[in-house]
């Protein structure tokens, strides 16, 4: 069913506190005094009908300007959108990103970046500032804009203040390394991998094996190193979609900015979590994490105490919700509409969007 100019409102969930956590034990939920907040829609992709396929967006960014930016992984489009007059706007168009590209970042230039995970051999794709004002038209070899290569898979990108891009996207709890400039990625983590992890998505009782068939009934989440964000401080959390955890890797830098790791911990996991694919940082040094099967966002603190501030059943305006983006205190969402859990079915809603929540705090640029 198609909802025209649909708009819901999810309150704001004030949970009372948990026991301390540690890992075998069950999460902190926090306890905040904020008040009730709505999540309502910015922009439907696909105003004509709700066809999950039809645009299929998974990450989203924004310019120095405000201006939202997402990749159209059914049609290879670069899209702006204004969120002060929401019209989609055709910057240029990528064919090789058909059921192909997926996350998006920009750089301090200006310079907007895309995950290329299933064009060979993974790749990262740079558009340049220019030719994002101009708009570039159609690019037909992704090989002319590559910036990096090596990963297939790759999906959360996120640059530090010197200029090295950090990406997540392994199915082998890797999280990679760029330097600046681009080339070769490198194992940023290889001596502390994210330990491989599956979680029958539908059916928790059940057991999944990491690797090969799954048993009848179900859905298999195996460990992916997902959304990636850099604290303050410049050390990177990773999202781990299966178990439903952020971890925290310790970044050390030499006198010249060149980061080298200094070592992994859990920073929380916690049911909230599972499905846990991008991360938002704020100037508080809080995480909104987008737990897409489950259709909801939740607040972690620096200390990892959690607390959900949004979730709904598949009629939205959640629908696997994949990233967001920070912008004058507002939290832009992408909605990727995929059928899982508590998105299914995904022909409730309105399909592939962008929402909005006011949370009144900036996010780390």
């Not at 939920?29 to 039809?54: C, F, G, K």
């Not at 994002?132 to 530090?160: C, K, M």
């Not at 959390?237 to 970044?251: E, Y």
Request: aromatic fraction near 6%; glycine fraction near 12%.
């Amino acid at each position: 069913m198609k909802v025209s100019r649909w708009i819901s409102v999810v309150s704001l969930c004030l949970l009372t506190p948990g026991v301390s956590w540690a890992q075998g034990q069950a999460p902190l939920h926090a306890q905040v005094p904020i008040p009730r907040h709505e999540v309502t829609v910015l922009v439907d992709l696909d105003p004509v009908s709700a066809n999950p396929e039809v645009p299929k967006i998974e990450g989203i960014t924004a310019d120095r300007q405000g201006n939202l930016y997402t990749v159209d992984s059914a049609s290879g489009n670069v899209v702006r959108v204004n969120p002060l007059d929401p019209v989609v706007e055709v910057v240029g168009t990528i064919p090789a990103c058909v059921d192909s590209c997926f996350g998006v970042t920009f750089n301090e230039a200006g310079d907007l970046f895309i995950s290329a995970s299933r064009i060979a051999p993974g790749r990262v794709l740079r558009i340049a500032a220019a030719d994002l004002a101009s708009g570039f038209g159609t690019i037909t070899d992704p090989a002319a804009i590559t910036y990096a290569s090596g990963v297939s898979g790759v999906n959360g990108l996120a640059f530090d203040e010197n200029g090295f891009l950090f990406a997540g996207g392994s199915g082998m709890g890797r999280v990679y390394l760029v330097p600046p400039g681009g080339g070769s990625f490198s194992i940023f983590n290889a001596s502390d991998l994210i330990p491989l992890f599956c979680r029958c998505t539908d059916n928790p009782a059940l057991t999944c094996p990491l690797s090969g068939p799954s048993p009848a009934g179900c859905n298999p989440q195996r460990t992916v190193s997902n959304g990636v964000a850099i604290t303050r401080r410049g050390d990177v959390v990773v999202a781990d979609t299966a178990r439903g955890a952020l971890w925290k890797i310790h970044v050390l830098r030499d006198g010249a900015g060149t980061p080298s790791f200094g070592g992994m911990s859990l920073l929380v996991q916690d049911p909230l979590l599972e499905g846990a694919d991008g991360i938002t940082a704020d100037v508080g040094g809080n995480f909104w994490i987008f737990a897409n099967e489950r259709n909801a966002i939740v607040h972690v603190t620096p200390s990892g105490r959690t607390h959900e501030v949004a979730q709904n059943d598949s009629h939205g305006p959640l629908e696997f919700p994949t990233n967001g983006v920070i912008v004058d205190g507002t939290l832009y969402i992408s909605n990727f509409d995929n059928p899982r859990r508590d998105n299914t079915p995904n022909t409730n809603g309105i399909g592939a969007s962008i929402v909005q929540m006011f949370i009144g705090i900036p996010g780390v640029k």
